[in-house]
């Protein structure tokens, strides 16, 4: 049984930063597409970071050069650290496993692409 389960979120000012963790349990996060994605009030969940099997990243356009992906693969967790943090970041975000190890840049970054998904984890950036 494959479970997602993240922590770290929280409330923190414009321009802070969190970190976002997720435990991956039942699949080994190295060998599949792993991503991040949130979803806010009244909008469609979009996809925000990725990493495949090979350890190659893809980021949305919104998050570049401000959020980063990375995996432990020792602990089998998968983290977010987010940086620069504004208010439009304001939402839910979460944690979802692919069955695959590889997928073209779009797929990865839509909801489509990913067979489990974690109960995310709120993050409210104050102005």
């Known amino acids: 049984q494959v479970q997602l389960v993240e922590s770290g979120g929280g409330t923190v000012q414009s321009g802070g930063s969190l970190r976002l963790s997720c435990a991956v349990l039942?699949?080994?996060?190295?060998?599949?597409?792993m991503g991040w994605f949130r979803q806010a009030p009244g909008r469609e969940r979009e996809g925000l970071a990725t990493i495949d099997s090979v350890g190659r990243t893809t980021y949305e356009d919104s998050v570049k050069g401000r959020f980063t992906i990375s995996r432990d693969n020792a602990k089998n967790t998968l983290q977010l650290q987010m940086d620069s943090l504004e208010p439009e970041d304001t939402a839910i975000y979460y944690c979802?496993?692919?069955?695959?190890?590889?997928?073209?840049?779009?797929?990865?970054?839509?909801?489509?692409?990913?067979?489990?998904w974690g109960q995310g984890t709120q993050v409210t950036v104050s102005s």
């Open positions: 979802a496993a692919s069955l695959y190890g590889l997928m073209t840049t779009d797929r990865a970054l839509s909801v489509d692409g990913y067979h489990y």
């Open positions: 039942g699949v080994t996060a190295s060998s599949h597409v």
